[in-house]
């Protein structure tokens, strides 16, 4: 028997983000900078930063994707975000995790980043 408990019906698969703090813009701009060296859309409109959560000590954490498990840059993405984002000012640390639940699929891709490679 499976221990680990189901999600509830109506919980999102990835988690909100800390949309209404006021690091949060600064935030969003510093992981846009950061790009896919096979892609050349940033990380932030490709879909692949999942939640930025931060708490009121002005400590962020990411959760992040890659667009495959077997991305050659998997081990340095992380790196490249945090070094993004930590000079910020007001930031006090940053923790940036992979994760693969959900996966990565197209449709998380913004309106630009589709628009940028052909797929509109």
Not at 2 to 31: F, K, Q, R
Not at 46 to 62: A, F, M, S
Not at 92 to 114: C, F, I, N, T
Request: proline share 12%.
């Amino acid at each position: 028997m499976n221990d680990t408990p189901e999600p509830l019906e109506g919980t999102p698969l990835i988690a909100p983000s800390s949309t209404d703090h006021p690091l949060y813009e600064a935030v969003t701009e510093a992981c846009r900078t950061v790009y896919d060296p096979e892609i050349p859309v940033n990380i932030y409109d490709l879909g692949l930063i999942y939640t930025i959560d931060i708490n009121p000590e002005n400590e962020v954490k990411i959760a992040m994707s890659l667009t495959a498990p077997g991305c050659p840059v998997a081990g340095e993405m992380p790196g490249w975000v945090a070094d993004a984002v930590e000079p910020l000012d007001g930031v006090k640390q940053v923790d940036v995790a992979l994760v693969w639940d959900p996966p990565w699929g197209m449709d998380m891709m913004s309106d630009e980043a589709r628009l940028e490679l052909g797929f509109m």
